[in-house]
């Protein structure tokens, strides 16, 4: 039987006790990097990678051509250099010849050979195969020569062809699904291959007893070496456990058996922070706190499509409804009480700050401004809210208190929203299926550019990405010349055009843009977050070990 922790008892009870109770994750001297995937790992295979929890997993285990580093350039990985033709349609990559696959008894004499540039054209061809059935088969989609999408002249060289221009292709190609996989190990595990995971990663697999602990360990031949020469990575191990209760794993935390906390849990954020989103005054020399944005914003949906019945029989179909709502709420008042300021007010567009692209200088949103909000609801036929009907408002359980906050300030201006709560898993099937009318949403960034926000409103797109099956030709126009502009500025100009369409038209209700938070144990140093939260161990040291 599972008991939960109350968690003001056991703060209370641990706060005077932490430094004598800490212990080591250390293991025979080995320095290991602990933490807790609350939200479970459901395969180590490339293929699946759809979500943070295995993503993370992934980028210990493999690597892809290009990465993103600190600061979201894309930098060299397996490839060591690229060039792109003069049309932007074929985009050639210069590998390395130093990098192996993890030993494993796939290969002969289980040593682990060299990657060469076939290994590429096989793994990107297997996240197209319906056999894989890969999460991440859209990533190529209606973007790649299917004549000869992929071809490698020699075993350093690999070739990418494509339809059009798409300027996010490096993108694309950094995601953790287009990690090189060896077919060895596809064909000797095959079903298998999602549990034992080979790749050319830092760290290599160990064991697995799921739903309990994952093991990984330092990847003694990995390729990459620091400034001075040292190989890398720093640490022995990784060890992941799977404990779904925030409360155990925050004690778990500051008792020193886990070395960091992915973001703060409702349950004990006004324990920790104070409303300015700083540790409290008793926390400061017993952790560490890293905030930084994170490219995701926070949003409400509204579906458009003027086709479907729900629409048709909705005031949600009018502007001057939706723009209400925008108007109609405290974005600042509610990311200062319910999020301990962590965040910024989604007060521009829908692209997020963080992005090259952000201006809020240049796309202009929503500011809390109630008169104007009852205005606009009198010029679409319902003042004070007379005669407009309850509009029913889905989200899921940890959103629960925005959406109550957000629906008591809109009932002072006259718009009545009633809140149902479901689970996350009917929520996307009722957003899939065009079925949900108003809804809690967020999109967290495939790729640092703002095109994969902007691909939420092209009408060609189906839901998902366009969950609110926003239709507008001038938009789209704009969108399919983004991807044909070479020059950052221009194509960010379009970028800002597009925005504005969006917010202008008022298909979404922007809440917030995100943050990265991290609790660090201050032993651990090195572990440097970046805006696509990626966890990032290659660098990691533990003192004292």
Known sequence: MKVKIPIHFALATLFFSIASCRTSASHSGKTVFAYNESDGIATLDPAGAKNRSIQWAIHQLYNTLVETDDHLNFVPALARSWEV??????????LRNDVFFHDDPCFPGGHGRRLVAPDIVYSFNRILDPVTASSGAWIFHDRIDTTAAFSAPNDTTFVLRLLRPFNPILGLLSMQYCS??????VEKYGKDFRSHPVGTGPFRFKSWEENQTLLLVKNEKYYEQDSAGQRLPYLD????????????????????????????????????????????????????????????TEYLGILVDSTNDL?????????????????????????LYLRNSLG???????????????????????????????????????????????????????YGDFATFIARQLEDIGIHVNIEIVQKSLLLE?????????????WIADYPDAENYLSVFYSKNPAPPNYTRYNDPVFDRLYEASLQETNDSLRYRLYRQMDQRVIDAAPVVPLWYDVVVHLINP?????????LNMLELRRVRIAGR
């Open 523 to 531: 032993r651990v140093h090195g572990l440097v977050p970046n805006g």
């Open 311 to 335: 629409v048709r029989s909705s005031p949600m179909r009018l502007r001057q409804v939706r723009q209400a709502i925008n108007l109609g709420f405290d974005r600042r008042k509610m990311m």
């Open 344 to 398: 910024l007010p989604a007060e521009s567009g829908f692209v997020p700050a963080g992005l090259p692209s952000f201006d809020s200088t240049a796309v202009h949103g929503y500011h809390y401004d109630p008169d104007r909000a009852r205005a606009l609801l009198a010029a679409a036929g319902y003042p004070g809210g007379k005669g407009l009907p309850p509009i029913r408002l889905l989200t899921i359980p940890i």
């Open 85 to 94: 033709s003069a049309d932007r349609k074929q985009w050639t990559f210069h």
């Open 430 to 442: 009722e957003t899939a299926q065009s079925k949900a009318l108003f809804f809690r949403g967020s």
């Open 237 to 296: 191990a990784v060890k992941i456990t799977f404990n779904d209760e925030a409360a155990t794993e925050f004690l778990q935390f500051v008792q020193g058996q886990l070395d960091f906390v992915n973001n703060i849990d409702p349950s004990f954020k006004d324990e920790v922070l104070n409303k300015k989103g700083q540790l409290k005054k008793d926390w400061r020399d017993k952790i560490e706190l890293s905030v930084v944005p994170q490219l995701n």
């Open 180 to 185: 090189a996989v060896p077919h060895e190990a």
